[in-house]
């Protein structure tokens, strides 16, 4: 095993859903200790779903730790013994009252990588019938809406889970869903410009590290 190596590690339960662990890290051979603090807790999964109708469910709860509400997406922690796909299936239904008719896997990654131990699995499902009488679990609002209202209440800061956001982001990159994007009428000029540009014999813009090698030289020695 390379540099650096892990020396010490303890834990310290905080409560059944959360604990904390700290490292001792040694950077090279001989060198100071360095001591690291992270969150220990369950794997997460997050769902971006579309119903039969177009519509990405959404719920609204209370969240301590911003002492606000926030609009999300349909998420849970793993329960001991379950799999990601399993939790998928069951907190969907419970929070929004869909059943899933297929799910797709998106992705598996890291919350955070500086201060949590735990994964996030990312799915996208393909919603089939709601469940007759579905009640939500107390303190939780759902609503379907459509892919515009979704991006209206990112803009509006009432969506502001940047794990959720980044759900979003992989169910398009998996050609599952489009959100519809704004452009101010500078970025639309600028936009066309560049199209025109190959037309009008002018180079394309440089990329970062094209305009690097270009840099004047007194510059490049800083």
């Not at 349909?74 to 001991?80: F, I, N, Q, R």
């Not at 600028?190 to 990329?207: F, H, I, L, S, V």
């Amino acid at each position: 095993m390379g540099w650096p190596k892990i020396r010490a590690r303890r834990t310290t339960a905080i409560s059944p859903w959360l604990s904390i662990i700290a490292r001792e890290v040694e950077f090279s051979r001989g060198a100071p200790r360095h001591l690291y603090h992270a969150v220990a807790q369950a794997d997460y999964i997050a769902i971006v779903a579309v119903t039969p109708d177009g519509r990405i469910p959404i719920v609204r709860q209370y969240r301590p730790a911003l002492e606000s509400f926030s609009w999300e997406l349909p998420a849970g922690l793993v329960d001991a013994g379950e799999t990601a796909l399993a939790c998928c299936r069951r907190e969907f239904c419970e929070e929004t009252g869909f059943t899933a008719r297929r799910v797709h896997p998106l992705a598996r990654t890291f919350p955070c990588t500086g201060r949590l131990s735990n994964k996030i699995h990312s799915f996208f499902v393909q919603a089939g019938d709601r469940v007759q009488n579905f009640k939500p679990e107390p303190g939780v609002f759902v609503k379907c809406v459509t892919p515009a209202q979704l991006v209206g209440l990112i803009r509006a800061g009432k969506f502001v889970s940047q794990l959720h956001i980044g759900a979003l982001m992989l169910a398009e990159l998996h050609g599952f869903l489009s959100l519809p994007r704004q452009q101010s009428a500078r970025g639309r000029v600028q936009g066309r410009e560049r199209a025109d540009a190959p037309a009008r014999g002018r180079r394309p813009p440089e990329t970062f590290s094209e305009r690097r090698e270009v840099l004047p030289r007194k510059t490049r020695r800083r």
